[in-house]
């Protein structure tokens, strides 16, 4: 029985719901609450809170057909038929209901009667010792002991440390001899031919932390089953890669580059590598996850990157994994159609990624062909450590990266001496990160000995900005003393404070502590290790410890720096509100005179789209909402639909910003009473600071009428200089821009003459080798497009032949081949010459058969590599 991938997806959720199951949603790759896992990997996943009792699940019988990806043995992805980054688990839970005996004819039912696999082609493994799963399946199934095979702890029972756990039992399919009949082709073996569909678990024991298992009174059914692997033998294919969840990406591979997908194992390879990365980058970015250089945004870039790597060897070298996207979609909108709003944000993103790995790949490329040269000369085949983490460091290169393509040419790296040389990064960071205190010297050890000591400080100043408090403990230079002189710098630390300590992006207060003769002015306000530290300079007498203090705030800079923390959450929901909802915060600076916000987003800002985010900033200033905070649990906060920051650490009571019905953000920073507060908002720059991640920076209240007045004398300014008026500014720039492009055009036509003159010089050159037109050439300081066009017109004069050009650029050196059409056929083929030619100037490169291009570094050895060109059609 052959059956689509979405008609097995729909005919599994349409038994178990039959079976009184509740048919969930995928829940998205990004996992909620749960920072134990960077991604969604097993359909179980986001239900954990139900099977360890935390929450209470819907409905106790759950179905679904789960997104998942998975990347610990990325590696094998491509080079076999099974694994994969991103794929579909279809699961069945019981959250104390049913248990082995259900679960078991279910699935031999849905199997045999649904999918109508034949009974003589299924196999069941189960626990050595679960003698109940046994029974079940040779008594009620009825099926002979033979096909009933026990197995160890390894195979057939699910256990991650302490806690839930049970054994599994397992269905195996049996492909036939075709697939393979040796040592590896058995039941539970790494051969292709019996393939495990489905794993039944069985959650009925407890593991405590001596190592017992304690029945647990609420037993649990957790199974998946992979949708990809039951759709090769539904559609009778050899690998996942040829159902129709995946030939389609297989299909548009070869129709774009014109290569058969089976040409030889390297091609198969590549083309899976690529429809598996895209699904899984599709996938995703979709649910909201960017390209970045840490976490879940690292493995984005690190699959993506290892697609384009494949894509090379197809002959690729312009961004392409974008327009593979819709390709994508077009396979899983029945299954996900809220995909299809997404296509061009998801394009978008991946071009953008793909082009700035583009730009530095050929760089690099040519460095590792330098050391891999360096080593061949030495006679050895391990590159270091220290280089491996160059090229990760300054060039980009993940090291699984820099692993494939040192495997290709039988190199190996350094792996021990790569880790130690990224600790020593880590902990470069960890001294730069270091905050080294008020007084410059950062001693933690004293800040925790004071904590212990101390009863610590309450802080009042979300109501209060001047109250009176005791000084517990005076600081100065790193050592606990009793006073501080007039003059003196140190640090405070009171029993109770209205300044607000420098937290979630909002900076410090700055304020007043004085008693009747002696006065110290705080300047800025931090935590350490949970102590409110205040950075003082006493300004007249004797300030110590003991003592009490009046404190006071200054308001006015509270105030502000208030007015640009509020408008902070109004630009984080305009935001969302015009570039879509995968905008998330991810950093931030409140101080009194501006703000300054980040966040994930893939291009930059277009005028229309940073004018819409302003106006419906000052549109929400302008309804003068009331901001209100309330206090409450985390998961009622949630349940308010209160924004929270990824990667924000919040404990159990959270306090929550509301304005009116705009903005819901967990916060403990200061804010204003009513949005007019904010008087008005303005943008000053949108930027890039990271991969992926924009910054924008903008001021509010009165220091919009300061930027607006410091325009205005730049514009009267540039006026004065152009010999104009104000009114006349916009035209007597176009004229010059007018003027300046006339000459613009005049120099192109003067380099125009002079290219068709240095094409005369250029014909006399061609030799005849072998009965070939060869022409070489080097010249300067011609970019890459007046070379290629240099060529053309080279290749329209000449007719037949082979055409080799390099351009001398100062640091850099790049090349052009070209092959006519008529010795296409003999073998001839640009991209795998100019490859050849270009690694004797320390580079790289290649393309289509007809035209490539490559670049080096090594300027000096051009007369050298074109000599190889000669070489090379000399030996042809």
């Known amino acids: ?232 033998i539904l559609q009778d294919c050899e690998s996942n890669y040829e159902t129709d969840l995946l030939k389609p990406m297989i299909e548009y591979i070869a129709s774009d580059t ?30 909201g996850a960017l390209p970045s250089n840490e976490g879940r945004g690292y493995v984005i870039r690190r ?205 410090g207060d700055q304020g007043i502590l004085r008693t009747a003769e002696n006065m110290a002015e705080v300047f800025d306000t931090r935590k350490k290790a949970e102590l409110i530290v205040h950075s003082v300079e006493v300004k007249k007498g004797v300030i110590k410890q003991g003592s009490s203090v009046e404190t006071r705030v200054y308001a006015d800079l509270r105030k502000a720096t208030a007015r640009n923390h509020s408008a902070t959450h109004l630009l984080h929901k305009a935001l969302k509100e015009v570039l879509g909802e995968h905008v998330n915060q991810s950093g931030s600076l409140v101080e009194a005179d501006r703000l300054r916000f980040d966040f994930n987003h893939f291009s930059a800002m277009t005028a229309v789209e940073l004018d819409g985010v302003e106006k419906k900033v000052n549109q929400v200033i302008l309804e003068n909402l009331r901001v209100e905070t309330i206090e409450t649990e985390i998961d009622k906060a949630r349940e308010m639909g209160a924004t929270a920051l990824f990667g924000e650490k919040y404990g159990k009571n959270v306090r929550v910003v509301t304005m009116g019905d705009y903005s819901r953000e967990l916060c403990g920073g200061t804010h204003i009473a009513w949005t007019a507060e904010i008087g008005s908002f303005k943008i000053i720059s949108e930027g890039s600071v990271a991969a992926g991640i924009r910054r924008i920076e903008a001021v509010t209240g009165m220091e919009v009428i300061n930027y607006v007045n410091k325009e205005r004398e730049l514009i009267a300014e540039t006026a004065s200089l152009l010999k104009t008026d104000r009114s006349r500014l916009l035209e007597r720039v176009k004229a010059l821009l007018n003027q300046q492009k006339e000459l613009e055009n005049e120099v192109k036509s003067m380099k125009d003459r002079l290219a068709n003159l240095k094409v005369d010089d250029l014909l006399n050159n061609i030799q005849e080798i072998n009965g070939i037109s060869l022409l070489t050439a080097g010249l300067k300081g011609i970019d890459n497009e007046g070379l290629r066009k240099l060529s053309d017109q080279l290749n329209s004069r000449m007719g037949s032949g082979v055409i080799v050009l390099a351009s001398d650029l100062g640091q850099k050196v790049i090349f052009v081949a070209s092959v006519s059409e008529d010795l296409l056929s003999k073998g001839y083929h640009a991209g795998k010459l100019i490859g050849q030619v270009a690694r004797i100037a320390g580079g790289g490169g290649g393309g289509r058969p007809d035209m490539a291009q490559a670049g080096g570094q090594k300027v000096e050895k051009i007369p050298e590599a074109l000599a190889e060109a000669k070489k090379i059609i000399e030996n042809k």
């Open 303 to 507: 699959i993506l990157r290892r697609a384009v790597r494949y894509a090379g060897k197809l002959g690729y070298q312009e961004p392409f994994l974008y327009r593979m996207v819709p390709v994508v979609i077009d396979t899983l909108a029945t299954g996900y159609p809220e995909l299809s709003a997404k296509e061009e944000h998801i394009s978008r993103i991946v071009k953008a990624e793909e082009e700035r790995f583009l730009q530095t790949l050929d760089q690099g490329l040519s460095i590792i062909q330098e050391m891999l040269g360096k080593l061949k000369a030495s006679n050895q085949n391990t590159l270091s450590g220290k280089d491996a983490f160059k090229l990760y460091d300054t060039y980009g290169f993940p090291l699984d990266l820099t692993k494939d393509i040192l495997e290709e040419a039988d190199f190996s790296i350094d792996e021990d001496e790569f880790k130690k040389e990224m600790e020593k990064q880590r902990e470069r960071a960890r001294s730069a990160r270091e905050d080294i205190g008020f007084s410059g010297i950062g001693n933690e050890i004293l800040y925790s000995k004071l904590k212990k000591d101390l009863s610590g400080t309450n802080f009042v100043g979300y109501g209060d900005l001047k109250i009176k408090a005791e000084i517990l403990a005076i600081i100065k230079d790193g050592k606990s003393v009793d006073r501080l002189q007039s003059g003196e710098k140190g640090e405070v630390i009171l029993n109770q404070t209205p300044f607000y300590a420098e937290s979630g992006g909002q900076i």
């Open 1 to 232: 029985m052959s059956m689509t991938g979405n008609e097995i997806r729909q005919a599994y959720l349409d038994f178990f719901k039959d079976k009184g199951h509740l048919i969930m949603p995928s829940a998205p790759l990004i996992p909620q609450d749960d920072p134990s896992i960077l991604w969604v990997n097993a359909g179980m996943a986001p239900f954990k809170p139900y099977f360890d009792g935390r929450k209470t699940a819907p409905r106790n019988r759950i179905a679904t057909s789960q997104k998942c990806i998975r990347t610990n043995d990325i590696e094998n992805v491509g080079k076999t038929v099974r694994h994969h980054t991103f794929f579909e688990m279809l699961g069945n839970f019981s959250f104390g209901d049913y248990f082995k005996e259900e679960a078991i004819s279910w699935a031999w039912e849905f199997v045999t009667e649904v999918l109508k696999l034949p009974e003589e082609r299924l196999w069941i493994t189960i626990y050595q010792n679960d003698d109940e799963a046994f029974q079940i399946w040779h008594n009620k199934i009825g099926l002979s002991e033979d096909r009933i095979i026990r197995m160890g702890k390894k195979d057939n029972f699910w256990e991650i440390g302490t806690g839930p756990c049970g054994p599994c039992s397992e269905i195996h399919y049996d492909r036939g001899e075709e697939y393979g009949t040796g040592d590896e082709d058995v039941i539970g073996g790494e051969g292709d031919r019996f393939l495990e569909i489905w794993n039944l678990v069985f959650t009925q024991y407890d593991k405590s932390e001596d190592g017992e298992y304690l029945p647990l009174p609420n037993k649990n059914i957790d199974t998946g089953m992979g949708l990809e692997r039951v759709a090769s």
């Open 258 to 287: 014109g290569i058969n997908y089976t040409r030889d194992e390297d091609t198969i390879t590549a083309f899976r590598v690529i429809a598996d990365h895209i699904r899984g980058i599709t996938m995703a970015v979709f649910d």
